[in-house]
């Protein structure tokens, strides 16, 4: 893993999450869209470990850190939210409607859960290592169709990588109030999944815990489940003001940054030369989408 990457490739999905906010408030986009500022843990470890080239990846509506690394271009992402041609979605889809070779994402929350499932059903009878991987939040974790897939890819043994981000929120509904346990492993491992648990707090076990699970998917052709800790920092989407959060939780991510986990282990003078990197090409990007 090449730490100075992925600060590079974390700072480039908040810088670009920061600037897609600006953009709403200069009347620039219109409708909405769901930021992850804070999640761009998974989405830059993930660019390193499945290429949609061969791995089927879906997610869901707070996608656009995975939609700006499987693309590798950020002109495809924000011109896809300002309904240009050569956006994603050729601009018909908005943020929450992407697809980019094997990558796919959709509104519903947890709804690339079965297609993902059948994606996984499909490469385990091609001769291949090819995985399929699905994101979504705590919200999804309640959802039917998501717990028959949980069922589906154990007992028929798919090679399907299930991550879980828990943000502790689905919309303003805190994750302990809607739930009967205090943690989902023994809902997971109550359907006999593999089952870890990493915090985004520490980059390097973030890192690691999601290459073993790639890697175990890989190999044992069967699935395995992740669950992420992590925090947002913006709204659940651009008009929410994140009254419901409390300020101590804030704090701790604020102290507990992903991007401040893998910074601290570079000198300043590398931070400060990706970090000027970053702002150009967010700009170059920004300019690219206003005038075509
Ligand atoms: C089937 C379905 N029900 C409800 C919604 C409305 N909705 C959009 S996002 C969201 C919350 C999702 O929370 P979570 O899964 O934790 O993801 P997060 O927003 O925290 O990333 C809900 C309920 C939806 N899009 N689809
Ligand atoms: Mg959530």
Redesign the pocket.
Known sequence: MDRKEMLYKMLLIRKMEQKIESLFSRGLLRGTT?C?IG?EGVPAVLSDLIDVSRDYLGS???AHGLSIMMTGRPEMLLGEIMGKSFGMARGLGGSQHVYYKNYFTN?????MTPVMAGAGFALKHENTDAIACVV??????N?GYVLESFNLVREMELPVLIIL???G???STP?ETVNPYSSFEDRVKGFGLPYSQVSAADFDSLYNTLKTAVVKVRTSRGPQFVEVLTH?FCG?SKSDKRHYIPAERDEYWHEHDTIRSVASKLSEAEVAEITAKVEARVEECCQYCINN
Do not use: P, S
């Open positions: 769901h992850c999640e869901g509506h707070r509104g519903i929350t947890g709804g979504f939040g705590d919200g999804a974790m959802e981000e828990n943000n929120y689905a919309m994750v947002r659940h």
